[in-house]
């Protein structure tokens, strides 16, 4: 009989069993066990002793050179932003997103742009290749050394990765190995094409741009180890019937993991948008309640963002709570906050919110800008479409300081705005911008609901 060639491991505990079980039965997990092939034993006697002595020896701090990382850029400004200023060579970039949302498409205009000075392979492992070639010839693309591959054996492939400086794997769930047994795109065989695909790049100094594919939940498909193998990780945001899209880099070993870039999807492609200063923003802010504009800073970039908020009673007896490109969490916490500490009735309310433009806010500076929608929502107030609003909140209603808030205030001035409230604590940094703009520091949210919204007299 054959002696097995691979194991099956718990992704939890690490236990270790001959065949796939549905349930580990050392920590009782249901679907951890994945595939893994078995490593030779290490040779014995003198072999292992001379491996031993060979093996590599510490470095000092002292004597470890700098590496200068060379930059290429691909073709799109927007893109290369994100990056950090450009495509590292030998780096391994990974681009996640919701189908059809225009992951291959960024790929392939980023694959035409390398072909003009560097050879360039385009591995499609879910597409033939005249599926590819039909979407070139939407693009305008034609280039010799842009070469197509239709394989998804990595081992059948690995020869022709030699012959290209960039690689194009579109996508790691549809490639496979042959050490593996089980199916292309589980746990075991994207994690070793992924760690297999790391191997060739850094020795070769190969630059690989991998697909990956997206559960339900949003986060990408397969173990976590994939994200970790990276040196860049990109997310596609936005719904597929929109044309805005906004690319967000969540690890990046050569850049910023704040940068956003945003795109628009026209007939010819993708297009990078430079000018986003009223791409969040409504043409009717001021004149409904329940909208208030923030200046939400993203790495090197602050725009101005609108955020809009829908109350409605409920007809059952749990109210609703649905926010759109901000954390279900926060917004809970807010709702707590105002009806606790600014006596503000929302137990019985329906709540809708939402980022303009399909962006995600995820920093703490929109807490106050939050509850200003909130309550201007409840009171059926307008605020001021020349008003911003910028600040954390605490459990304890004490509004806190934020990190950039001159550049946030600066940018107010730059878009027109007549009037910001911000933390006192920023206040004596944006002391500058008094002639410029009306500053209204606030240490409480009930300051800044006093403030928004004052007393009508009878």
Request: proline share 4%; glycine share 10%.
């Amino acid at each position: 009989m054959a002696k097995a060639s691979t194991q099956f491991v718990c992704s939890e505990c690490g236990y270790v069993s001959p065949k796939w079980l549905g349930r580990c039965p050392d920590c009782g997990k249901f679907n951890t066990m994945a595939e893994e092939p078995i490593a030779p034993a290490a040779p014995a006697g003198k072999g292992a002793s001379a491996q031993r002595r060979a093996s590599v020896q510490p470095v000092p701090l002292s004597q470890v050179r700098y590496e200068s990382y060379e930059r290429v850029s691909s073709g799109i400004s927007e893109l290369d932003v994100v990056l950090g200023g450009g495509i590292v060579r030998g780096s391994l970039v990974l681009i996640g997103g919701d189908p059809g949302i225009g992951k291959s498409t960024l790929l392939t205009q980023v694959a035409a742009h390398l072909s003009k000075t560097h050879r360039v392979l385009y591995l499609c492992a879910e597409e033939s290749c005249s599926q590819v070639k039909l979407r070139c010839d939407r693009l305008g693309v034609n280039s010799d050394n842009l070469l197509l591959l239709n394989e998804t054996c990595l081992e059948n492939a690995e020869e022709a990765f030699f012959e290209a400086e960039y690689v194009v794997v579109d996508s790691i769930q549809a490639v496979y190995t042959e050490t593996l047994s089980s199916a292309a795109g589980s746990v075991g065989q994207v994690r070793e094409c992924a760690a297999k695909l790391m191997r060739i790049g850094k020795s070769r100094g190969i630059t690989f741009f991998i697909v990956g594919h997206v559960t339900k939940e949003g986060t990408l498909a397969g173990p976590k180890v994939l994200e970790h193998i990276m040196d860049t990780v990109l997310y596609f945001e936005g719904e597929r019937t929109e044309n805005f899209k906004i690319l967000r880099a969540v690890k990046n070993r050569f850049g910023s993991v704040q940068e956003v870039g945003v795109f628009e999807m026209t007939g010819e492609g993708l297009r990078g948008v430079n000018d986003y200063s009223t791409l969040f923003l409504s043409d009717s802010r001021g004149e409904a309640a329940g909208a208030v504009v923030t200046p939400g800073e993203t790495g090197n970039r602050c725009m101005m963002v609108e955020i809009q908020t829908l109350m409605a009673r409920t007809a059952y007896g749990l109210p609703r709570r649905m926010p759109l490109g901000i954390d279900f969490n926060k917004l809970v916490l807010l709702i707590a906050v105002l009806e606790k500490r600014c006596g503000i009735p929302l137990s019985q309310q329906d709540i809708y919110v939402n980022a303009m433009g399909g962006i995600r806010l995820i920093e703490p500076s929109i807490d106050l800008s939050l509850c200003a929608a909130l309550a201007s929502a409840e009171k059926m107030r307008p605020v001021d479409k020349f008003t911003a609003v910028f600040g954390e909140v605490g459990l304890t209603g004490e509004v806190r300081g934020v990190a950039f808030a001159e550049k946030r205030v600066n940018e107010c001035v730059k878009m027109g705005f007549r009037r910001v409230v911000l933390p006192a604590k920023n206040a004596k940094a944006c002391e500058k911008f008094k002639g410029k703009i009306e500053l209204v520091p606030v240490q409480y949210v009930s300051q800044m609901i006093k403030a928004l919204f004052p007393r009508r007299e009878a």
